[in-house]
């Protein structure tokens, strides 16, 4: 599993990671066994939430034993964002999780607190050891300008959005400005909700025989694609061993320039939405 720099955070994190919505809805062994299995093969960036609703508690039966193999984000909801909100919700966060301090704790996404009052607790947490660096998700240029000028330089480690071969609006400007500030993009949904390309289709026959020539499936040709430059990670979620033996294998897997060209034509970008989308 091919490792990278997450942020500004000094710290190396794996290219293909694990998601945990909705985590909590299959068999709670047989989903704590997955993430078990996801870590042994290096997937060690666990994605979760407070809003995921039982799935801290699964990530916590995961990691026991094991806590410092595991790179831990979580996320305070918008409506809890205030100064003292996040620093009640994250205190939440740990109990559930079985843990004295998270990896990285993201805004889930922009509510109405100003993020000088969410990023001051940011802050008060990472000073008290209860976070070692934080992040954002779902913001678009103009949230990423104005977190940066509330925060300073180096302080923002990601911007967690969505992206998937058919949803690229972030290739219209946040991709570049993350790379250009040292921010980490990870990549959420990357199979897109259901919407994986028909087999059938011209697309889909591309990805299979990229696929064929690297010994990879469909799947782990998207993943290697979608985080094809070391400043993106890619979060699937699996709740199966067999998909998540699948995933971590694409963390290995490099495309050539002509193969992510022939990628980038066949799913091209649709025009700037007008906003950026959000599960
Ligand atoms: P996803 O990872 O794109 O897709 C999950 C679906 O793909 C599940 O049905 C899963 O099946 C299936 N799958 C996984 N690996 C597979 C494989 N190798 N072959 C075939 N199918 C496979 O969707 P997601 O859960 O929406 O996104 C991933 C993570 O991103 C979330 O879990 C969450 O942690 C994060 N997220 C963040 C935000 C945000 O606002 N920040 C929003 C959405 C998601 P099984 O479950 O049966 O294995």
Same mark, same amino acid.
């Given at each position: 599993?091919?490792?990278?720099?997450?942020?500004?955070?000094?710290?190396?994190?794996?290219?293909?990671?694990?998601?945990?919505?909705?985590?909590?809805?299959?068999?709670?062994?047989?989903?704590?066994?997955?993430?078990?299995?996801?870590?042994?093969?290096?997937?060690?960036?666990?994605?979760?939430?407070? $809003?995921?609703?039982?799935?801290?508690?699964?990530?916590?039966?995961?990691?026991?034993?094991?806590?410092?193999?595991?790179?831990?984000?979580?996320?305070?909801?918008?409506?809890?964002? *205030?100064?003292?909100?996040?620093?009640?919700?994250?205190?939440?966060?740990?109990?559930? $999780?079985?843990?004295?301090? $998270?990896?990285?704790?993201?805004?889930?996404?922009?509510?109405?607190?100003? $993020?000088?009052?969410?990023?001051?607790?940011?802050?008060?947490?990472?000073?008290?050891?209860?976070?070692?660096?934080?992040?954002?998700?779902?913001?678009?240029?103009?949230?990423?300008?104005?977190?940066? *000028?509330?925060?300073?330089?180096?302080?923002?480690?990601?911007?967690?959005?969505?992206?998937?071969?058919?949803?690229?609006?972030?290739?219209?400007?946040?991709?570049?400005?993350?790379?250009?500030?040292?921010?980490?993009?990870?990549?959420?949904?990357?199979?897109?909700?259901?919407?994986?390309?028909?087999?059938? *289709?011209?697309?889909?026959?591309?990805?299979?025989?990229?696929?064929?020539?690297?010994?990879?499936?469909?799947?782990?040709?998207?993943?290697?694609?979608?985080?094809?430059?070391?400043?993106?990670?890619?979060?699937?979620?699996?709740?199966?061993?067999?998909?998540?033996?699948?995933?971590?294998?694409?963390?290995?897997?490099?495309?050539?320039?002509?193969?992510?060209? /022939?990628?980038?034509?066949?799913?091209?970008? /649709?025009?700037?939405?007008?906003?950026?989308?959000?599960?």
């Amino acid at each position: 599993m091919q490792r990278h720099q997450f942020g500004p955070t000094g710290r190396e994190v794996s290219r293909i990671g694990q998601g945990t919505w909705r985590l909590d809805e299959a068999n709670r062994a047989s989903a704590v066994n997955t993430l078990r299995r996801g870590l042994e093969l290096g997937m060690t960036h666990i994605d979760t939430a407070e $809003l995921y609703g039982d799935a801290e508690l699964v990530v916590a039966e995961a990691v026991a034993g094991r806590r410092d193999e595991a790179f831990i984000v979580s996320k305070v909801l918008p409506s809890n964002a *205030s100064r003292a909100g996040t620093i009640a919700a994250c205190e939440k966060s740990l109990k559930r $999780l079985g843990t004295d301090r $998270l990896d990285c704790y993201l805004l889930h996404w922009r509510g109405i607190y100003p $993020l000088d009052e969410t990023f001051g607790a940011f802050e008060d947490l990472r000073q008290a050891g209860k976070i070692l660096s934080w992040g954002v998700s779902n913001f678009d240029v103009e949230d990423l300008e104005e977190a940066l *000028s509330v925060a300073g330089p180096g302080k923002i480690a990601c911007n967690q959005v969505f992206y998937y071969l058919q949803e690229r609006a972030i290739e219209h400007g946040v991709l570049q400005w993350c790379q250009t500030h040292g921010v980490a993009v990870v990549a959420y949904s990357p199979f897109g909700q259901g919407a994986f390309p028909h087999e059938a *289709s011209a697309g889909g026959r591309l990805l299979a025989e990229i696929g064929a020539a690297h010994g990879a499936t469909s799947k782990q040709v998207v993943l290697a694609f979608l985080a094809r430059e070391p400043w993106i990670f890619v979060i699937p979620k699996a709740s199966s061993v067999d998909h998540a033996v699948e995933n971590a294998a694409a963390g290995d897997l490099r495309l050539s320039d002509d193969e992510i060209a /022939r990628i980038d034509s066949a799913f091209p970008r /649709r025009r700037w939405p007008g906003s950026l989308p959000m599960l």
